[in-house]
């Protein structure tokens, strides 16, 4: 069973940075997909980014530019590094993983990521 845990979030002000991090433990790292995802109150979860172990990458389009995913496989962690944070970027963000690689409908079915951190909460003060 594949155990993730979230870290990073915090209160900044808008256009600061944060970095999220993502640990992963009980499966074979460098076989898992890893996703990252957000939930603001009153709002379904969505999709923000992900990383697939083919290389492929994907961003929501209101954070590309702005946000970049990478791995550590020597960690078994990803990032998520977050720029010009604005006050919606605001939510709870959580990571998930899936066995296999990704493609471009990977947010479209949450349900297909079988494992999921608790979050980390993101607050971007206006």
């Known amino acids: 069973e594949v155990q993730l845990v979230e870290s990073g979030g915090g209160l900044v002000q808008t256009g600061g940075s944060l970095r999220l991090s993502c640990v992963a433990s009980?499966?074979?790292?460098?076989?898992?997909?890893i996703g990252w995802f957000r939930q603001s109150p009153g709002k379904e979860r969505e999709g923000v980014s992900c990383?697939?172990?083919?290389?492929?990458?994907d961003y929501t389009d209101s954070v590309k530019g702005r946000f970049t995913i990478s791995s550590d496989n020597a960690k078994n962690t990803v990032y998520l590094q977050m720029n010009n944070l604005k006050p919606e970027d605001t939510a709870v963000y959580y990571c998930?993983?899936?066995?296999?690689?990704?493609?471009?409908?990977?947010?479209?079915?949450?349900?297909?990521?079988?494992?999921w951190g608790q979050g980390t909460q993101v607050t971007v003060s206006s």
């Open positions: 009980g499966f074979t790292f460098d076989r898992l997909a």
């Open positions: 998930a993983a899936v066995a296999g690689v990704l493609g471009t409908s990977w947010d479209k079915v949450l349900s297909d990521f079988g494992s």
């Open positions: 990383i697939s172990r083919d290389g492929f990458t």
